[in-house]
């Protein structure tokens, strides 16, 4: 282990998605190494999405290689089980499940997938609620829970499983302004903790304050790639000013 | 300080009386029951009259007199000797006997092919989807008839039957299978079986303290199925294996030996089981599609394997939306099955029709069905309620 950095934890070369005719992904090559912290963004209908669900198979590649944690994802049932023990993924609409407490929510994973005992499943949830700073909301249910305290539980439940790498697919999008930032404030505790981290969202500022590397993806393309002051001060792309001005307007 | 409040919001809450709602809806329901109990009245007020016209006893008193009439097949000691409230109670053990094993059957028939109708296999899928098409769309009591037509009409006589697995006949004396002949080592089997039944529930519970504690699983569905199947077997082996069976063998014009089912009870069942099954299908695909693909998504994410998915995650949601249209079913095939009289079978509608036509009591006797029809449909409803409690929605 000499600098953590050169240690790719998620590689994609040149990967290629089709749904029927339509390309969403075209050629798409990324490195994320150890700790670093990756943020995508992009129009609608980029395939930023696409691009993420593909790192822990939510979604298929048809071409190209996806290398995560060193195992490649192939059909093989064991390695995608295996990948996505590794990979916490936090959704826009958050989908904690309905039918069991927060803290039942935490546990469920680490208790079926990662066989701990009850005890200290709920040990680990009881800390990482701490940490999203709702420990006083253990024995609700989901719905009893405002959108920011939902996200921040969906948030913990990917953290119970002790993730090497954490998906993060426009997190804020579903919340009102006066809870983004609670859980942007998570977000950059956790990247500034060392977490691997690849996050499309459009909340500029926190991609400022914790982004190692910026991309922008159009039209299923990485269009542009740069360290964030790079990007914002001098983006190089067209398409890149353009969007750039459309959503730094607001 | 407070009472003036209380004062002040009921001043507030306290409109003209025509347009207090809930005066008004108390106005209504008074209104509501005066007119129903005014039409009651009306409808005894003349049945009384005509019967007194047409010198029709009256009362229950029929039921202590004999039948006089034959049952085709009974549940329980029966004949034609017996009174009118032990012929009812055959018809009654018919129904409950027909109902009880539609309800699983059809339970079971239609969560299979729901779960098929979702395969992502495309023939599986659409096999499933033609049987819900059709069997959904044609009316029961056709369908019963043709089942019935089948089994009583089209089948051949015992000689020519049609044997559709070893030693299992359809024939028009009703479908013929094969029961073990009695020995004692059959005793010693079911207790095996019972004991088998009870260690695989303590294992169970065993396995789940021990995941608590230590986080291990165990493979408590196949030690169980090991349990539940080997110890029966090990003893029925230990008693030297006395596999005779009473095969049914034609003897003359008929078959002897065996057990048979009665061509109208066969196409009842198959009728009932086929038809429901279609709706119980519907309603199990939908409740699972009703559980939003986000629920699944975030368990794969979260590394649990397709079958901890479905147990853990989707079927705890589905089960919220099926049970309460599952209950609609479970009454529509317990009425339904009172449809047996088109057919032959003596179901309860069945025998208390005959009752009425030889005592003219048809007052009691519809009495005597809506009353055990209701109570059945109660009872159903009130266990599905309890079950339907046990699994709904916290949530908010
Ligand atoms: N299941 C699907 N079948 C067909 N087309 C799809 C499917 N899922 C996504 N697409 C298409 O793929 C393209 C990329 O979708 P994707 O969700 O990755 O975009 P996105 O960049 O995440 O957009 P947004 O910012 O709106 O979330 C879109 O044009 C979309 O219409
Ligand atoms: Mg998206």
């Known amino acids: 282990m000499s600098d953590a950095r050169t240690v790719p934890m998620i590689e994609l070369q040149s990967v290629n998605k089709w749904y029927g005719e339509f390309q969403v992904l075209k050629n798409i090559d990324l490195q994320v190494g150890k700790g670093e912290k990756v943020v995508v963004c992009g129009p609608s209908g980029s395939g930023k999405s696409t691009m993420i669900r593909c790192i822990n198979r939510l979604e298929e590649h048809q071409r190209g290689r996806i290398i995560v944690a060193g195992i490649e994802l192939t059909s093989d049932l064991k390695n995608i089980e295996a990948i996505r023990r590794e990979v916490g993924m936090v959704f826009q609409q958050f989908n904690l499940f309905p039918h069991l407490t927060v803290l039942q929510n935490l546990t469920l994973a680490p208790i079926w997938v990662r066989k701990l005992p009850k005890k200290e499943a709920e040990e680990a949830a009881r800390y990482y609620l701490g940490r999203v700073r709702i420990p006083d909301q253990a024995d609700k249910y989901p719905g009893q829970l405002s959108g920011g305290q939902q996200q921040r539980v969906a948030i913990a439940r990917s953290l119970c499983m002790k993730p090497e790498i954490m998906l993060f697919d426009e997190p804020t999008s579903a919340l009102d302004p006066e809870m983004i930032k609670e859980v942007l404030d998570v977000m950059i505790e956790l990247a500034n903790e060392g977490m691997t981290m690849v996050c499309v969202t459009h909340e500029m500022g926190f991609a400022r304050t914790v982004a190692d590397m910026m991309v922008f993806m159009d039209k299923g393309e990485i269009v542009e790639r740069a360290a964030p002051k790079d990007f914002f001060a001098a983006p190089k792309n067209e398409r890149t000013k353009a969007f750039l001005s459309q959503i730094l307007a607001h | ?396």
Not at chain 2, 6 to 11: E, F, G, H, I, N
Not at chain 2, 63 to 76: K, N, Q
């Open chain 2, 1 to 396: 300080m407070t009472t003036d409040e209380a004062t002040l919001t009921s001043a507030r809450a306290r409109p003209a009386l025509w347009r207090d709602a809930k005066i008004r809806g108390i106005a209504y329901q008074v209104v509501f029951v005066a007119a129903v109990a005014g039409f009651i009245a009306l409808i005894v007020h003349n049945a009384i009259a005509n019967i007194g016209r047409q010198n029709i006893a009256t009362g229950f008193g029929f039921l202590h007199r004999e039948a006089a009439f034959g049952i085709g097949e009974s549940l329980i000691e029966y004949s034609p000797a017996d009174t009118y409230a032990r012929a009812l109670l055959v018809g009654l053990t018919n129904t409950l006997h027909v109902a009880a094993l539609g309800i699983v059957l059809a339970t079971i028939l239609g969560t299979l092919m729901g779960l098929a109708r979702l395969s992502s296999n495309w023939l599986v899928a659409k096999l499933a989807r033609v049987y819900v098409e059709i069997f959904r769309n044609i009316p029961l009591a056709l369908q019963l008839f043709f089942w019935w037509g089948l089994l009583d009409k089209m089948a051949p006589g015992p000689r020519q039957a049609w044997q559709i697995l070893p030693d299992v006949f359809v024939s028009n004396r009703g479908i013929i299978y094969p029961v073990p002949l009695s020995n004692p080592a059959y005793k010693w089997v079911v207790a095996a079986l019972g004991i088998g039944v009870v260690a695989a529930i303590g294992l169970h519970r065993w396995a789940k303290r021990c995941q608590a504690a230590t986080g291990r699983q165990f493979p408590t569905g196949w030690v169980a199925l090991a349990l539940i199947i080997g110890l029966p077997a090990a003893v029925f082996l230990g008693f030297g294996a006395p596999a005779r069976l009473d095969v049914p063998v034609l003897k003359g014009f008929n078959f002897s030996g065996g057990d048979a089912v009665s061509p109208e009870f066969a196409a009842l069942l198959i009728g009932l089981v086929v038809y429901t099954g279609t709706f119980i299908c519907e309603i199990v695909r939908a409740g699972i599609l009703a559980v939003n693909w986000g629920q699944s998504e975030a368990a794969m994410a979260l590394g649990l394997r397709s079958s901890q998915r479905m147990r853990l995650v989707v079927l705890p949601q589905a089960l919220r939306v099926i049970v309460p249209p599952l209950t609609s079913q479970y009454l529509g095939l317990t009425k339904a099955s009172s449809l047996a009289v088109i057919i032959g079978f003596p179901d309860l509608v069945s025998v208390a029709n005959t009752t009425m036509n030889q005592t003219g009591q048809a007052i009691e006797g519809i009495t005597v069905i809506m009353a055990v029809y209701l109570s059945l449909s109660l009872a159903i409803s009130l266990a599905m309620n309890v079950y339907n409690r046990a699994v709904a929605l916290v949530e908010r």
